[in-house]
């Protein structure tokens, strides 16, 4: 593996290799388990560092291998953070594999995911050219929309440089309620009820029999905010709120020997999946207010669910996975290989395929 420390060695590499990959700090092993070993691996980590960061102007700039949690420091200096609350920042995990990756946190249920905070970007194409697009301020609208493009990629449309966040005032308080519910569909029940409310969290945990559901904002206004639901809503005090919360963020619950798969879904079609896991009953845990699921479970389990239900990402395996993505929807791929010809045209990078 190659770690350039500058800017212009990391354009020598991609310039001088006939292909490459990308890797981080290895939270996320999963997209780069199935790229053939002639790939030239290029660790990102040694380009880390805030670039630029104007709290008043709620903008931050940083190297693609900077450490989510030197970011969320420097951001808490000023009470600020980045609320869809980037996932595996306790393990390590660096700002430019969670774009690659597209990941968002319990946050982005009410704030959005990080496809709606990424403003800016610097990248290296297949061609070693380094590309710029977005901009340094929120309104910004110059350019092609290459953030979109390269969320998610997985390294397979280029080398991410700089990244540019739009970031929010951190709130004054949080108040975190843990439901103990019987049975999925008083599960999917209390998701509906809590869907119309102001909640920035709501997270389903099978296995635990438990929907909580995060408020922020004042304290008193936080207080109504639950009793308007229930008087006798259980809050959960702040240190078992923030276990919690930090167990979902870095995948606790799940198990550290099996494959990790992201799976998007509806709260309608929970009470359709659950009787797929009576039998094996894996760790899995339903986010964003049932809309995505994530499952632990063994390979040949996951390709089993996504056959059923659609396409979703590995994030980790216990052996190689010929894919990032397992159950692949043939139009997306489609426009993926479009773009990547624009970007990529002499398949610098790995396939989608």
């Known amino acids: ?25 290895g939270t996320k092993p999963g997209p780069e388990q199935d790229v053939p070993d002639d790939f030239t691996r290029i660790g990102m980590s040694a380009l880390s560092g805030i670039i630029e960061y104007d709290p008043s102007e709620f903008t931050i700039t940083v190297l693609t291998g900077t450490p989510l949690a030197e970011i969320g420091d420097a951001l808490a200096e000023n009470r600020q953070y980045l609320p869809f609350d980037p996932p595996l920042a306790a393990k390590g995990a660096t700002i430019g594999g969670t774009v690659a990756t597209g990941l968002s946190g319990p946050g982005a249920y009410r704030f959005g995911p990080i496809r709606d905070f990424l403003i800016g970007v610097k990248f290296i194409d297949g061609e070693g050219n380094l590309v710029s697009g977005g901009g340094k301020v929120v309104k910004n609208a110059a350019g092609f929309d290459f953030p979109k493009f390269l969320i998610g990629s997985c390294g397979r449309l280029g ?138 479970a063994m390979p040949s389990f996951i390709e089993k669910v996504a056959s059923k239900i659609g396409p979703g990402l590995i994030l980790r395996s216990p052996g190689d996975h010929p894919s990032p993505w397992v159950g692949r929807a043939q139009p997306r791929a489609k426009i993926e290989k479009a773009v990547k010809v624009a970007i990529d045209p002499t398949g610098k990078f790995p396939t989608f395929d």
């Not at 420390?5 to 590499?13: A, G, N, V, W």
């Not at 290799?17 to 700090?25: A, H, K, Q, S, T």
């Not at 009953?281 to 207010?289: I, V």
């Open 1 to 25: 593996m190659l770690s350039p420390e500058t800017i212009p060695q990391l354009l020598e590499i991609v310039r001088e290799n006939p292909c490459v990959l990308p890797v981080g700090n």
């Open 159 to 296: 080398v991410l440089v700089e990244l540019t966040f739009k970031v929010f005032p951190r709130p004054e308080a949080e108040m975190t309620v843990g439901l103990p519910v019987e049975g999925t569909e008083s599960a999917v029940d209390w998701i509906g009820r809590l869907s119309r409310g102001p909640y920035d969290a709501i997270t389903f945990e099978p296995d635990r029999g438990i929907v909580a559901f995060r408020m922020s904002g004042h304290g008193i206004a936080l207080q109504k905010g639950i009793d308007s639901v229930d008087e006798e809503l259980p809050v959960w005090p702040d240190e078992e709120a923030d276990f919690f919360w930090s167990r979902q963020q870095d995948f606790g619950w799940a198990d550290p020997d099996a494959a990790l798969a992201k799976f998007p879904v509806t709260p309608s079609r929970i009470m359709n999946l659950e009787p797929m896991f009576s039998r094996a009953d894996p760790p899995r845990m339903y986010g964003l207010g049932g809309n995505v699921l994530y499952l632990s």
